[in-house]
């Protein structure tokens, strides 16, 4: 067995996901951490990861017959997972003056290789904390900012103590995915400072943990970049020394958690070329690199089409390139796998009281987080040219999945919008809006519907990954060329592009333009070969795994990873 003194990568995520039933996830950025832990595992990566427990989770969403999203804390039994231990370790941290004990779970993840990763838990739910104290790793994305704050000093300087007192002594590489874990950097300028027997730290020790330092970017919208008023921050931390080197800490007045990151990282990438670029226009002074983000192949390939990869395609889970060989199965056996796949998915919605649903028919998938710039209503935009193409060209059921922040009130209102074109589509279009979306419904969808969409607002969808999923499973994608699509599209060959690349004057216009693009695509492309062609559909199909899912992988993106920032 792997023990700590050969792991030399730590991978810190406010949020990993790790199985449906354990909800320390909110959506993308920890999905996408837990396939990429899985993925280090295939690959015998010396990996260990960090995180926080999230005793209530995200939250559980419901919906009422108006879509109005009403939420609720989801509290899970830690003691009752076997495959939960606690570990024997204990660090602190302080807060507020006060010292906060934390104790940590362990969660290993298995590869296909045999190997596993380790997932530590962070917890402040002890007995000798307050009970405020207790509550700190609770939720995930929940409370103000001083709450916030707490956490991801639990986060960034407990986890480093926490590696430290576990025997974790060769780590080379701190990866931080995402600005949230990004005070594990002052962590490790106290440790270098303590090495050279100095009470502060200087630009000596900023060099040396800048080596040490990776830093992942997500999204250039603004609710995502972390910002705690200085007063806050001397408060919370005790400390004002750190705001002496204010090129390192202070950015505007403020510390901001992302400029923290660039400033400790010497490397620094977005998650596909599209999302680098923009990085590097808000982010001028900083060298930012892309890497395209990718999915963990064997997590979301349906059970059915699993078995034909087995079948003809071998060695695909231990390397991914090899789905390259898809274009070898035959177009009957493809169809015939998704096939099974959606009829589950239909009979999962009729479980559900969506009743039909049928198998024929052109299925639609959207899933993401309820968010404005998403626009999930973009194919609702004039109902009356939707009417006029199911009309001619043939019927189609929409399947919709996601959940609003609790305080994204525009995001709420967008889930009621769909909610109304339900209704008014009611006698023409199947629509469904699935409530509580999680990882287990996720696979469902997106190896179960026929064409997956996606209408971001360009160019504020940094990769996106569900489309990826999606493609592994032959489902090929109609989406607005923004993010990883922009690199995925092979028009009609690996899915098709709504609008172009460059955009427009305003944001109601490049909507405007957008759903026109979308109706025509659907209209003069998507139906006729779904219903007249279904061989060169199928071959699309074909062409979406070994195009698509063989590249847009975490094999992949690990390699890069590698080669660019772990090993240099």
């Known amino acids: 067995m792997t023990v700590a003194s050969d792991r030399s990568i730590a991978y810190f995520s406010m949020e990993i996901a790790l199985e449906s039933s354990i ?36 939250f559980s969403q419901t919906l009422d017959s108006v879509g109005t999203q009403h939420e609720a804390p989801t509290p899970w039994p830690v003691d009752e997972y076997l495959n939960l231990k606690e570990v024997s370790a204990r660090v602190s941290v302080s807060l507020d003056g006060r010292t906060v ?33 207790r509550r700190i790793t609770d939720s995930l994305y929940g409370g103000d900012k001083h709450y ?167 060695g695909w889970r231990e390397d991914n390139f090899n789905l390259r060989y898809a274009l070898k199965i035959p177009k009957e056996r493809i169809e015939a796998a998704h096939a099974k796949a959606k009829g589950q998915l239909l009979e999962y919605l009729r479980l559900r009281g969506f009743a039909g649903f049928e198998e024929g028919i052109l299925t639609i998938g959207f899933a993401r987080r309820a968010t404005g710039y998403k626009r999930a209503d973009l194919l609702f935009q004039d109902i009356e040219r939707l009417r006029k193409i199911v009309k001619d060209g043939g019927p189609i059921q929409i399947i919709f999945a996601g959940k609003a922040h609790p305080h994204d009130l525009a995001g709420k209102g967008l889930i009621r919008r769909i909610y109304a074109a339900k209704e008014e589509l009611k006698d023409g279009l199947k629509v469904a809006y699935l409530q509580d979306y999680d ?19 360009p160019p504020l969808e ?16 109609l989406s607005v060329l923004d993010g990883w699509w922009i690199e995925g599209c092979i028009e009609g060959i690996t899915g098709w592009a709504i609008g172009e690349v460059d955009g427009a004057p305003s944001e109601s216009e490049r909507s405007r333009r957008d759903a026109l693009s979308l109706y025509d695509k659907l209209e003069k492309v998507v139906l006729p070969r779904f219903y007249c062609d279904r061989e060169a559909f199928v071959d699309t199909m074909k062409h979406a795994i070994a195009l698509n899912g063989s590249f847009f992988n975490t094999q992949r993106m690990l390699q890069q990873y590698a080669l660019k920032a772990y090993l240099l």
């Not at 779970?105 to 402040?124: E, I, R, S």
């Not at 910002?227 to 931390?237: A, N, S």
């Not at 696979?443 to 607002?457: A, I, K």
């Open 23 to 58: 909800p320390t996830y909110s959506g993308g950025l920890g999905v996408l951490a837990g396939d990429t832990i899985r993925a280090a595992a295939d690959m015998k990566f010396p990996m260990v990861a960090v995180t926080l427990l999230h005793r209530k989770g995200y």
């Open 101 to 133: 004990a934390l104790r940590a779970w362990q969660y290993d993840v298995k590869g296909a290789t045999g190997h596993w990763v380790p997932v530590y838990l962070l917890d402040t739910g002890l007995d000798v904390n307050s009970e405020w104290d």
């Open 148 to 314: 916030r704050l707490c956490q991801e000093v639990v986060l960034g300087c407990g986890g480093i103590r926490l590696l430290r007192s576990l025997g974790y002594d060769r780590l080379g590489r701190f990866h931080m995915n995402e600005g949230h874990s990004s005070l594990l950097a002052l962590e490790l300028l106290d440790e270098e400072a303590g090495k050279a027997g100095r009470d502060c730290f200087t630009h000596e020790e900023v060099e040396l943990v800048r080596k040490k330092c990776v830093f992942t970017t997500h999204t250039p919208v603004a609710a995502g970049h972390d910002q705690f008023p200085l007063d806050l921050v001397k408060q919370v931390t005790g400390r004002s020394d750190i705001f002496n080197m204010k090129e390192v800490f202070c950015c505007e007045g403020v510390l901001n958690m992302t400029y923290l990151a660039l400033n400790l990282s010497h490397f620094v990438n977005g998650v596909a070329k599209k999302h680098g670029e923009i990085s590097r226009l808000m982010f001028a002074k900083y060298p930012i690199d892309a890497i395209t983000n990718g999915v963990h192949a064997a997590t979301w390939v349906s059970s059915h089409l699993a078995c034909l990869f087995d079948e003809f395609i071998a």
């Open 439 to 457: 990882i287990d419904m996720s696979r469902l969808l997106v190896s179960g519907v026929d064409v997956w969409l996606n209408t971001p607002m």
């Open 462 to 477: 940094a990769s996106g990954t569900s489309g990826m999923k999606a493609a592994m499973n032959g489902v090929p994608s």
